[in-house]
């Protein structure tokens, strides 16, 4: 009964977002959070010890009384303090976390290709994600192929974490018409999910999401100036928020055969090059 | 096709006699460029400052020194002197496989890779960026920003006093016919006085109409896809504006359709034809032959990249009309070996024109991922007559790149791919140790020798259960 009024909730709030016209700024996850993960790394065969984390890919845009204005500059520098929280939260969770910096990708071209190439490849998943599609997360519908294999393996890690931010905030001039009864209420808040790529798999194996500080009415959304205003505040308590179902690292378990029958799916244990050339061009000539 | 291009450009520059000609009064006066003050304090041009830092920090930007240096010889010689203390040229490059280039109000110019890799010559390369130049140094950015300001408290106010009642989107026409009108308008100017920058600085103005249709030949980008690159600019080539109307007049229906663009961009061709005459109009113009037969761009790495980024972003038909239009002039293994890699990619999808699916009705949110539409195009009418065929094309492309060079290791990993993906698994195999012979890259490696684990646990079991 619980899980079918979530729904509904999910559902109302859905099309209060829409109705609002703002379908644009709704992530995957419509409020609080949300967390979907495959069975794999449900039971820790492929759950990561070591956890690249991206910059998100933000966007913040100002509704103002006519028009919306993308913000640029001040995107910098929540991401900054959103990546601080995140790497806090997987390092809570026994996580090796290597947090990538703006002048790390800048000073490294090979770097900053293989990061745009597996950013571009997850985004044209992650529009299928956000089109409230994240239950099939689990089902190991979404993968980066070989673009977010590459940047695992340039990067010496067990999986890679591609956060995306997106922020709407209105104008303080529309905010107070808002108030006045001067214009329509506008929508607002912080979205915020990350997925998790393993670098054996190149699929999205878990993806997590929070919101935060939304409303899509009664006297209008939150503004960008208080967002700035109290961006750490906010981008902790959405950082929280999206790994509160995160579970914590699993030492104990070592990546194994998982399932013979899906070809994508049949992972071994780590062997050496000449362990898998030995004897296999026999094999080959016998047929 | 780059080895072609001194042959190409000659034909085009004969055309022109060498004798010093003046500009006809319509140009002159499109490069009379007066300084706006007023611009120094816009949005757009803060913007274009925020987006400078940001692509940088962000690795946004794709580096190669020997294209830098091309792109700031060809900039420096075409781009207008102009006196806005806000304006300061520079140019730079974006990695992504469509062919187009933009501008900031500062003057800043990106050009995409993908425009490089399709440009026959550098005097095509100095009309796309005089164009860009022109919008830079004509403020269009900032005077779009003030009109469209204007516009919008109008709309604003016509909003506020009927408040939708009849549910007309007052506010989506008024910034539908704000962005078109502008659009159009400036487009064909800025054609015009690209020409005479081009004149001016010595190359063919005919390479403008080159350069356009070369666009032409556009990328499978979504609907979605373009209205997010208008979005952020503004200042695109080829955005198709009848495109850009039915996105506005109906966003859920238009970002939800893929199309495919190939010479249906009707704002291109109308803005070719009127190149045409706006060229034919030119009295003969002096052109200096050695800048444009001489020095054909050094862009194969480039091309290179675009075909492989179209493939990786699952838009092997793109892809592959690269592909063929390069092989029908510089036949190498890298290109047979893409050809094949983009067939391979393609699967059940036919290789010209869209592919259709059966129709059936259910209720969708949001598009489907590229490997469910290949399995659903496979299960369509056509789709396995289509598989078939590219497989075919796959191996025999993969077959022309080993005749032309047997130690290229890319053609032994895509026909190891092929047989692979058919589950045949012992050519498979074979292909794949003749490729782990001839590269060295550790991360590629690993790929395929992933592979081979898989292949010699598949070939274990079946010689298991044969005994």
């Known amino acids: 009964m619980i899980d079918f009024m979530w729904k509904i909730s999910k559902f109302a709030a859905l099309a209060a977002l829409l109705l609002s016209g703002q379908s644009a700024f709704a992530g995957a996850c419509i409020w609080g959070e949300c967390s979907e993960m495959t069975n794999e790394f449900r039971d820790g065969t492929l759950r990561p010890k070591t956890i690249a984390l991206l910059p998100a890919r933000t966007s913040m845009t100002e509704d103002g009384v006519f028009e919306k204005n993308n913000k640029v500059a001040e995107t910098a520098e929540l991401e900054d303090k959103l990546g601080k929280y995140l790497e806090a939260q997987m390092t809570d969770r026994g996580y090796e976390v290597r947090r990538l910096g703006f002048d790390e990708?800048?000073?490294?071209?090979?770097?900053?290709?293989?990061?745009?190439?597996?950013?571009?490849?997850?985004?044209?998943?992650?529009?299928?994600?956000?089109?409230?599609?994240?239950?099939?997360?689990k089902n190991r519908r979404y993968t980066t192929e070989e673009a977010g294999r590459r940047l695992a393996s340039y990067l010496g890690v067990d999986a890679v974490a591609f956060p995306r931010l997106q922020i709407l905030g209105s104008s303080s001039t529309s905010k107070f018409l808002q108030v006045v009864g001067g214009s329509d209420d506008k929508a607002g808040g912080i979205w915020m999910e990350?997925?998790?790529?393993?670098?054996?798999?190149?699929?999205?194996?878990?993806?997590?999401?929070?919101?935060?500080?939304?409303?899509?009415?009664?006297?209008?959304?939150?503004?960008?100036k208080k967002i700035n205003k109290k961006g750490d505040k906010y981008m902790k308590s959405i950082a929280k928020t999206a790994t509160?179902?995160?579970?914590?690292?699993?030492?104990?378990?070592?990546?194994?055969?998982?399932?013979?029958?899906?070809?994508?799916?049949?992972?071994?244990?780590?062997?050496?090059?000449?362990?898998?050339?030995?004897?296999?061009?026999?094999?080959?000539?016998?047929g | 096709m780059v080895n072609l291009i001194p042959s190409l450009v000659s034909a085009i520059a004969l055309t022109f006699v060498l004798s010093i000609g003046s500009l006809p009064a319509l140009a002159d006066d499109l490069l009379l460029y007066e300084p706006f003050e007023k611009g120094a304090k816009s949005r757009s041009v803060k913007l274009a400052a925020e987006l400078e830092e940001q692509f940088y920090r962000r690795g946004v930007r794709f580096q190669d020194a020997e294209l830098q240096a091309i792109l700031d010889r060809v900039a420096q010689r075409v781009v207008p002197t102009v006196s806005d203390s806000y304006i300061n040229?520079?140019?730079?490059?974006?990695?992504?496989?469509?062919?187009?280039?933009?501008?900031?109000?500062?003057?800043?110019?990106?050009?995409?890779?993908?425009?490089?890799?399709?440009?026959?010559?550098?005097?095509?390369?100095?009309?796309?960026?005089?164009?860009?130049?022109?919008?830079?140094?004509?403020?269009?950015?900032?005077?779009?920003?003030?009109?469209?300001?204007?516009?919008?408290?109008?709309?604003?106010?016509?909003?506020?006093?009927?408040?939708?009642?009849?549910?007309?989107?007052?506010?989506?026409?008024?910034?539908?016919?704000?962005?078109?009108?502008?659009?159009?308008?400036?487009?064909?100017?800025?054609?015009?006085?690209?020409?005479?920058?081009l004149a001016r600085a010595g190359y063919p103005p005919a390479a403008a109409i080159d350069a356009l249709n070369n666009m032409r030949s556009d990328s499978k980008m979504t609907l979605a896809q373009r209205k997010d690159a208008f979005d952020t600019s503004g200042g695109f080539i080829g955005v198709d504006d009848r495109e850009l109307a039915s996105l506005r007049e109906n966003p859920a229906a238009a970002l939800s359709e893929n199309s495919e663009a190939y010479d249906t961009n009707a704002s291109l061709v109308e803005r070719a034809g009127r190149l045409q005459r706006t060229v034919g109009e030119l009295p003969n113009l002096a052109v200096d032959p050695g800048i444009v037969e001489s020095r054909p761009l050094q862009l194969r790495r480039v091309i290179e990249m675009t075909i492989d980024d179209y493939?990786?972003?699952?838009?092997?038909?793109?892809?592959?009309?690269?592909?063929?239009?390069?092989?029908?002039?510089?036949?190498?293994?890298?290109?047979?070996?893409?050809?094949?890699?983009?067939?391979?990619?393609?699967?059940?999808?036919?290789?010209?024109?869209?592919?259709?699916?059966?129709?059936?009705?259910?209720?969708?949110?949001?598009p489907d991922t590229y490997k469910e539409e290949t399995a659903a195009l496979l299960q369509s009418e056509g789709g396995a007559e289509w598989l078939a065929r590219n497989l075919q094309s796959a191996e025999e492309a993969y077959h022309a790149a080993m005749e032309l060079d047997a130690s290229f290791a890319r053609s032994y990993r895509g026909l190891g791919n092929l047989h692979f993906e058919q589950e045949d698994y012992r050519p498979a195999g074979r292909n794949y140790i003749k490729y782990l012979k001839l590269e060295t890259d550790k991360m590629e490696r690993t790929f395929v020798i992933e592979r081979l684990q898989f292949i010699k646990a598949e070939l274990s079991k079946q010689k298991e259960e044969d005994q």
């Open chain 1, 105 to 137: 990708i800048a000073g490294d071209q090979k770097l900053s290709e293989l990061l745009n190439a597996a950013n571009d490849r997850y985004d044209e998943e992650y529009t299928t994600i956000v089109a409230f599609k994240v239950n099939d997360v």
């Open chain 1, 194 to 224: 990350f997925a998790l790529v393993h670098a054996r798999t190149g699929d999205v194996e878990a993806f997590f999401g929070g919101v935060s500080k939304s409303s899509s009415s009664s006297f209008g959304g939150i503004t960008l």
């Open chain 1, 244 to 286: 509160k179902e995160m579970p914590k690292v699993d030492e104990t378990v070592k990546l194994v055969k998982v399932d013979e029958d899906a070809r994508e799916l049949v992972l071994h244990d780590e062997v050496s090059e000449e362990d898998v050339l030995e004897d296999l061009e026999g094999l080959l000539d016998e």
């Open chain 2, 89 to 197: 040229w520079r140019v730079y490059m974006i990695r992504h496989p469509s062919p187009r280039l933009f501008s900031l109000a500062d003057g800043q110019i990106y050009v995409h890779t993908g425009l490089l890799a399709r440009l026959e010559n550098e005097a095509q390369l100095a009309a796309a960026i005089a164009h860009e130049a022109h919008h830079v140094a004509a403020h269009h950015r900032i005077k779009e920003e003030i009109d469209g300001r204007n516009k919008d408290l109008i709309k604003g106010g016509l909003t506020m006093l009927i408040s939708n009642s009849d549910g007309f989107d007052y506010e989506g026409m008024a910034q539908g016919l704000t962005d078109l009108s502008f659009f159009a308008e400036v487009e064909f100017e800025t054609d015009a006085a690209a020409v005479a920058l």
């Open chain 2, 311 to 366: 493939i990786r972003l699952n838009e092997p038909a793109t892809a592959l009309r690269l592909v063929d239009s390069m092989i029908a002039d510089q036949p190498d293994a890298f290109l047979f070996s893409a050809k094949g890699d983009a067939h391979l990619a393609l699967g059940p999808r036919p290789s010209i024109g869209n592919a259709t699916r059966d129709f059936k009705f259910e209720f969708k949110l949001g």
